[in-house]
C-alpha cells in the first residue's frame, strides 16, 4: 500500500487524482487546523489542505476566492493549484504551489535578533501594500462573507455574546482588505527575502489595524525582543498605524475578538479551548506599546 493511501483520507485522494498524478506526501510545518501534506501533482511540488468540517470548508473556499484574486497582484502569495470537492460533498481540498523556502516561526525559534528586525521591517513593509490592495467586494460570491467583523461576531461562542469586543469601534471601521491571521507564523523567507505570504483562510475587509494588532499580540506571546516589533511599526510606519487609530483599548479589542472567534471553533472541554480561554485571560495584563 502507498503511502498517499495510508495517510490521505480517500475523498482527498479522489479529489487529488483529477488534478494530475500525485507524488509522494511528507509533513508541513504547521497546518494542523486541517490535513495538510507536501506531494507533487505532475511533478510540481504543491501544498495540499483539505478539510470535511463545514466552518473549515468555507475557510478553505474563502482562501480560494482571494488566492485569484491576489495573482494578480504582485504580492508573495502561493499560486492556485486546484479547488474542489469529493463526489459527496464531504471534503473540501485547495492545492497551492509549495515555495521552497523557510517558516517564519524558524527565524522566530531561532532568535537572532539582528535577523529578526531586519525581517520584522520587511514584513512591515508588505503589510503596507497589503492594505493597499485594491480588490472588487462585487467580485467576490455573493455567498461569502468578506465582512471580517461580521464573520467574527458570528463566530463567537453563546457565553461571550455580550462581549464588548464586539461593539468596539475598531471592529466596524475600514474597508481594506486584511490577511486575518497575519504574522510570522504564515510566511516564508529565503536568505531575509519575504518570498511566501500565506493561510488566507481568515481574509476580508476591515480596518487593517486587526493585522497589525494580531502580529503586536504573536510577537509579544512568543517572547520576540521588544526591537523586532519597533522594526515592524518602521517598515509599515508608525504614522500610518496612528492614522488607523492605535491606541491599547482599540488594540486589545480587535486581538480578543478574533481569540473569541478562534475560541468558537474549538470542542467543548478541549485542550485546544482551554488554551485559548487562558490566552484570554492573560491579554489584559499585556502591556501595548505607545507609537514613538
Not at 517564519?104 to 531586519?118: A, F, K
Not at 455580550?162 to 469601534?169: I, L, R, S
Request: charge should be negative.
Amino acid at each position: 500500500m502507498s503511502q498517499l493511501a495510508i495517510v490521505v483520507p480517500a475523498p482527498v485522494r479522489a479529489v487529488l487524482s483529477r488534478f494530475g498524478d500525485v507524488g509522494r506526501v511528507r509533513p508541513t510545518v504547521g497546518g494542523y487546523s486541517n490535513t495538510t501534506f507536501f506531494t507533487t501533482i505532475d511533478g510540481d511540488p504543491v501544498v495540499v489542505k483539505a478539510n470535511s468540517d463545514v466552518r473549515k470548508r468555507a475557510d478553505l473556499r474563502r482562501e480560494t476566492e482571494f488566492l485569484r484574486f491576489l495573482a494578480f497582484t504582485d504580492l508573495p502569495v502561493p499560486a492556485l493549484r486546484g479547488y474542489g470537492a469529493d463526489d459527496d460533498d464531504e471534503w473540501t481540498v485547495l492545492v497551492v504551489g509549495a515555495i521552497d523556502a523557510e517558516s517564519g516561526m524558524t527565524l522566530i525559534q531561532r532568535s537572532d535578533v539582528d535577523e529578526l528586525e531586519l525581517c520584522a521591517r520587511q514584513l512591515g513593509r508588505v503589510f503596507s501594500v497589503v492594505h493597499d490592495t485594491t480588490l472588487s467586494p462585487f467580485d467576490v460570491p455573493a455567498d461569502l462573507d468578506i465582512d471580517l467583523s461580521a464573520r467574527w461576531a458570528a463566530d463567537r461562542p453563546l457565553d461571550l455574546v455580550a462581549n464588548v469586543a464586539f461593539a468596539h469601534p475598531a471592529l466596524k471601521t475600514g474597508l481594506s482588505l486584511v490577511h486575518g491571521d497575519a504574522g510570522f507564523h504564515n510566511t516564508l523567507w529565503d536568505e531575509g527575502q519575504l518570498v511566501g505570504l500565506i493561510d488566507w483562510e481568515f481574509a476580508g475587509y476591515g480596518n487593517p489595524l486587526a493585522d497589525a494588532a494580531w502580529i503586536w499580540w504573536s510577537l509579544t506571546f512568543r517572547r520576540a525582543p521588544d526591537g523586532v516589533w519597533d522594526s515592524f511599526v518602521d517598515g509599515y510606519r508608525s504614522e500610518r498605524l496612528a492614522m488607523l487609530g492605535w491606541s491599547p483599548d482599540a488594540v486589545l479589542a480587535l486581538v480578543r475578538a478574533q481569540m473569541f472567534s478562534l475560541l468558537a471553533r474549538t470542542r467543548e472541554g478541549s485542550g485546544a479551548q482551554k488554551e485559548w480561554r487562558r490566552r484570554l485571560d492573560a491579554l489584559g495584563q499585556l502591556h501595548v506599546p505607545e507609537l514613538s
